[in-house]
């Protein structure tokens, strides 16, 4: 049951993190109120980091800014060491 409750929380987490990204560009295009860089590497850090990924890549947003361009994988690197280590521990 909890395995299923996080994978629940990574898909519904990722999706919104996804959207969140497409505001955000739709703002920029727009010269509207624009949603903070911490919230979007926020939401990449508590488990969005492949919506904020795949974000980037669908919408072209943020490709250029240093702070995503190289702070997101490093995100998904962390993540995926995580993973790997509760995995392990399971063995």
């Known amino acids: ?23 955000d560009k739709w703002k920029a295009k727009r010269s509207k109120w624009r949603i903070p860089e911490a ?22 947003h943020k490709t250029m800014h240093k702070k995503f361009k190289f702070g ?5 690197i962390i993540q995926l060491l995580i993973i790997g280590y509760f ?3 399971n063995i």
């Open 1 to 23: 049951m909890t395995t299923q409750l996080i994978i629940i929380y990574l898909i519904a987490i990722n999706v919104i993190t996804f959207l969140v990204y497409g505001i």
């Open 39 to 60: 919230t979007l590497l926020g939401l990449a850090v508590i488990g969005g980091s492949i919506g904020a990924w795949l974000g980037m890549k669908v919408w072209h």
């Open 72 to 76: 997101l994988p490093v995100i998904i």
């Open 87 to 89: 995995v392990a521990q």
